[in-house]
């Protein structure tokens, strides 16, 4: 959009989902963090986000070897306490270090019902504890078949972003994630992740204006892989990546944050 658009960090998140307990954890960061080089730590903002078990052994040896890795959660409840059995607050995340949040991913959104209210509060409740959330919005395939995408991830940016200030947007990342698209081994082409991402910046400018679209970070998400991820990042708008199946595998995934050598 401008030359402003050059300062932002590339952030390649890596969403392991329901994978890999915590001894697989400890070795995963220990291979990545062997694969990566110092210029790799320097030109990309890293994220894992391992399951909540995980967490406490990753902090450690991230913390202990001093791995520039970001530490992230999946998931998180918007209440700070209270009798929500099986849930985890945005707070007790921070006393682990936790620094990002996936809120919205369509698998809550489609398994466990989360809304655009729900995704609304968690929003609120990750900002409060001073963490960066990470807000996935996307279509179905009928939805794109029937020309709905643009009015599907533009409702869920504005019900997720309702109340934010520009301060607190420009902060934040938001994923677009096609659903169709997800853990399925088919892409968007990087000319259509493209022209939905830059709406969403185009839609961040008009509702919180030119400093929040400048600054807030847009990933795509849905089957990365190392043999894509230098298309995709070529796009103007594509500021980093949510990576699922491929973020498993410590080799691809560094072969993915390194990009830029591709
Ligand atoms: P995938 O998952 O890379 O396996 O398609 C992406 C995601 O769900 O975040």
């Known amino acids: 959009m401008s030359s402003e658009s050059n300062s932002r960090v590339p952030i390649v998140s890596g969403n392991w989902k329901m994978n890999h307990n915590h001894f697989d954890a400890i070795q995963f960061v220990q291979?990545?963090?062997?694969?990566?080089?110092?210029?790799?730590?320097?030109?990309?903002?890293?994220?894992?986000?391992?399951?909540?078990?995980?967490?406490r052994s990753v902090q450690t040896l991230i913390d202990v070897d001093e791995v520039r890795i970001g530490l992230?959660?999946?998931?998180?409840?918007?209440?700070?306490?209270?009798?929500f059995t099986g849930e985890v607050s945005a707070s007790f995340l921070t006393k682990l270090n936790v620094r990002y949040v996936i809120c919205g991913h369509s698998e809550r959104r489609e398994l466990f019902g989360q809304t655009d209210e729900d995704v609304n509060r968690l929003i609120v409740s990750i900002v409060k504890a001073g963490m960066t959330p990470i807000l996935c919005v996307g279509e179905t395939l009928t939805e794109r078949e029937t020309g709905r995408t643009t009015a599907k991830v533009m409702g869920q940016v504005s019900a997720a972003l309702q109340g934010r200030t520009p301060e607190q947007v420009?902060?934040?990342?938001?994923a677009y994630e096609p659903i169709w698209?997800?853990?399925?081994?088919?892409?968007?082409?990087?000319?259509?992740?493209?022209?939905?991402?830059?709406?969403?910046?185009?839609?961040?400018?008009?509702?919180?204006?030119?400093?929040?679209?400048?600054?807030?970070?847009?990933?795509?998400?849905?089957?990365?892989?190392?043999?894509?991820?230098?298309?995709?990042?070529?796009?103007?708008?594509?500021?980093?990546?949510?990576?699922?199946?491929a973020s498993l595998d410590p080799a691809e995934f560094a072969r993915i944050i390194q990009f830029r050598l591709r």
Request: charged fraction near 20%; hydrophobic fraction near 40%.
């Open 170 to 174: 420009s902060q934040m990342v938001i």
């Open 31 to 55: 291979k990545l963090s062997y694969l990566l080089t110092k210029d790799d730590y320097n030109n990309v903002e890293i994220t894992i986000h391992p399951p909540f078990t995980d967490i």
């Open 181 to 245: 698209a997800i853990g399925t081994g088919r892409t968007a082409t990087a000319g259509d992740a493209q022209a939905v991402v830059g709406a969403i910046r185009s839609q961040i400018l008009e509702s919180f204006g030119e400093r929040a679209a400048m600054n807030i970070r847009l990933q795509y998400g849905g089957s990365v892989k190392a043999s894509n991820i230098a298309e995709i990042m070529s796009q103007p708008d594509i500021d980093g990546v949510l990576v699922g199946g």
């Open 72 to 83: 992230g959660a999946q998931h998180c409840h918007w209440e700070e306490k209270g009798a």
